[in-house]
């Protein structure tokens, strides 16, 4: 019998192999994850709910349909947790805000409704950045989260719960979305594999929008295999989402390849000049460097327009923030003043006291954006800059089946650190929005390890590609991860686990 803590070691992959050997049920996996997260939830703050009895039955109907014969999929009884941006019906959905605190979600997401139809076991929702504003989930109205390898620093954001929660073994796998980079500094920070994919391949009916150009759901999980796994469940056409693209992939079974004899690799020398601090510069050199022993080509090339990238995405995604948030005035939902003298009181002091500092200052600046006489000047520039990093992405992939870029200039910082000074945090989505802005596909891998002041912290690769791309980028990434192996044996189980053991 597994203890809890070996439970909670394994990847999705290994956990589905388990449950079809019978060599574990869904309720002793999500037993272990439930005493996982009971353990380290209070230091990490990564949950911000926890489904415990729906969980439990969940997990007993999974075992029950497995001892019949009749799964619903192979990934049917492996548990899963949703950033707090995603409806669950009968459960709140706050966006990290006081907002939104007491809002219940009325209905299934896409997302949430294709796990459920796969006997997925969902754990819960996960801590993020107010609204999927920021880079360090610090700006959430329920407590800031923790990066599991060295808690005095953050997971990154927006989607640091997510991060979080699967590098400290409290979830096999969990979903975040990506607006500006909100699943891949996070899995860069945390040591764990994050998925964008692209524009349209997965639905967003049902996720709290924030810029609706420019967001997209994915994964985040211990390995590109687990990752491949989860976007076999979520990837697909939804008529609800007028956005969502049915000619993009469903299906992402990966090459079993360590041979990358035949494929291109593009190094964009845009993203590796001033601003990247030189132990992230050395890591994804040297994944290059590896890249090349497994039979690839590295080329350099040049996006010219990527230094304008970060400008155009905080006009843009501020524009759209700015329209999507006006629906929260306290009358229809969310947070609502008890007195107020007129409806222009009630407007002003529900969305003065219901929205952090960093969702005030974006709608600020969005609206500013789109006012008379600046909407040229601004937003209309800021859409010739996406058009052309557009036209500039689509001449360098022409040559390359992808670009390998770091995801962020720097490991993860100290908590606190950056809060005072919000352009010092924007400039960590330097190298993450052009995905954004392009709709392209982009998966983040952990790519070593870099020692900070006596901590010993994960960085990691950015793999982008055409849109069509996303399984040749997670062939390319789990071919490196079973090569390399990035952090083996270092991760921080062992340390947090420690308390986890069987009931």
């Known amino acids: 019998m597994r203890s809890y803590a070996e439970i909670c070691r394994l990847t999705v992959r290994q956990l589905m192999d388990a449950l079809s050997s019978g060599s574990l049920t869904s309720v002793e996996i999500t037993e272990g994850y439930l005493a996982s997260i009971a353990a380290q939830n209070g230091t990490i703050n990564a949950f911000l709910e926890v489904y415990e009895a729906d969980a439990r039955n969940e997990a007993a109907a999974s075992d029950a349909r497995r001892a019949e014969g009749n799964p619903l999929s192979p990934l049917d009884g492996i548990p899963i947790a949703l950033k707090d941006n995603m409806l669950v019906a009968g459960h709140t959905c706050a966006c990290a805000s006081r907002m939104l605190q007491d809002f219940v979600s009325p209905y299934d997401a896409t997302v949430t409704q294709r796990l459920r139809a796969a006997g997925m076991v969902i754990l819960g929702r996960l801590n993020m950045d107010e609204f999927a504003m920021g880079s360090s989930n610090e700006n959430s109205a329920f407590g800031v989260c923790r990066n599991p ?3 005095d620093r953050v997971p990154g954001g927006s989607s640091g719960g997510a991060a979080a929660a699967v590098a400290a073994g409290m979830v096999p796998a969990a979903l975040g979305s990506d607006t500006g980079g909100s699943i891949r500094q996070p899995a860069s920070f945390c040591g764990v594999t994050g998925v964008k994919p692209a524009y349209g391949n997965v639905s967003r009916y049902g996720l709290v929008a924030f810029a609706s150009s420019l967001d997209q759901i994915g994964p985040l999980c211990k390995t590109a295999e687990d990752a491949a796994l989860i976007m076999g ?7 609800r989402d007028a956005t969502s693209d049915a000619a993009l992939p469903t299906r992402f079974g990966l090459d079993a390849r360590d041979d990358l004899t035949g494929l291109t690799i593009g190094l964009p020398k845009e993203c590796f000049g001033e601003g990247l601090s030189m132990p992230v510069y050395h890591a994804v050199m040297a994944a290059a460097e590896a890249l090349r022993a497994m039979g690839a080509k590295v080329v350099d090339v040049s996006i010219p327009s990527l230094p304008y990238a970060l400008s155009a995405y905080y006009v843009l995604s501020s524009a759209e923030a700015s329209s999507n948030l006006a629906r929260f005035d306290g009358v229809r939902y969310g947070y609502r003043v008890k007195e107020y003298a007129d409806l222009d009181e009630l407007y002003r002091r529900s969305r003065e006291e ?45 040559g390359c089946d992808a670009l390998l870029t770091p995801v962020a200039p720097t490991c993860a910082y100290r908590l606190g650190e950056k809060t005072a000074d919000p352009m010092q945090m924007y400039m960590g989505d330097l190298y993450t929005v052009p995905a954004n802005l392009t709709g392209l596909p982009c998966v983040s891998v952990p790519c070593g390890l870099a020692e900070e002041d006596g901590a010993s912290l994960p960085v990691g690769m950015s793999l ?14 789990s071919a490196y991860e ?18 986890v053991t069987k009931a």
């Open 149 to 151: 390898w060295a808690t």
């Open 464 to 477: 982008t590609g055409a849109r069509e791309s996303l399984q040749t980028l997670l062939s390319i990434a």
């Open 354 to 398: 219901g929205f952090g500092l960093e969702v005030k200052r974006r709608i600020m600046l969005g609206t500013f954006a789109l006012s008379s006489g600046y909407q040229d000047q601004y937003y209309q520039k800021a859409q010739q800059a996406r058009e052309l990093l557009r036209h500039e992405f689509g001449l360098a992939l022409a």
């Open 482 to 499: 079973q090569r390399q192996k990035p952090n083996a044996g270092i991760h921080p189980y062992d340390r947090l686990l420690k308390g």
């Open 233 to 239: 469940v979520i990837a697909g056409h939804d008529r």
